[in-house]
């Protein structure tokens, strides 16, 4: 799961709320961060706080653990509070919570 050589995708909706910057930056705590690291379940949800005016993905290892990564991007009070991650064994979507359905 979550293998960064398969296909991935982001949604119209969360693209049209977060920049690619923040999405990349996500897809990068996964390869670099999380895999490996912590058991990663099909799904993942991604906190987005506002921290000296940066963006800050928290990430919550299933209560072992929250990691938190500082992106180099200015934070805007219309990013979503939270983003998920859907891998379904053929595809890897990030998406807005309000459109998962598992």
Same mark, same amino acid.
């Given at each position: !799961?979550?293998? %960064? $050589?398969?296909? +991935?995708?982001?949604?119209?909706?969360?693209?049209?709320?977060?920049? /690619?910057?923040?999405?990349?930056?996500?897809?990068?705590?996964?390869?670099? *961060?999380?895999?490996? &690291?912590? +058991?990663?379940? +099909? @799904?993942?949800?991604?906190?987005?706080?506002? +921290? *000296?005016? %940066?963006?800050? @993905?928290?990430? $919550?290892?299933?209560? #072992?653990?929250?990691?938190?990564?500082?992106?180099? @991007? *200015?934070?805007?009070?219309?990013?979503?509070?939270?983003?998920? &991650?859907?891998? $379904?064994? %053929?595809? %890897?979507? !990030? !998406?807005?919570? #309000?459109?998962? /359905?598992?």
């Amino acid at each position: !799961m979550f293998d %960064q $050589d398969e296909e +991935r995708f982001a949604t119209l909706g969360l693209a049209a709320k977060l920049p /690619s910057a923040v999405i990349d930056g996500i897809w990068d705590i996964i390869d670099q *961060n999380l895999k490996g &690291v912590v +058991r990663l379940p +099909r @799904v993942l949800q991604f906190a987005l706080i506002a +921290r *000296n005016g %940066q963006v800050t @993905v928290a990430f $919550d290892a299933q209560h #072992d653990a929250i990691m938190e990564f500082d992106l180099p @991007v *200015n934070y805007q009070r219309e990013f979503p509070e939270t983003v998920a &991650v859907l891998d $379904d064994g %053929q595809y %890897q979507t !990030m !998406m807005l919570m #309000d459109e998962l /359905s598992v």
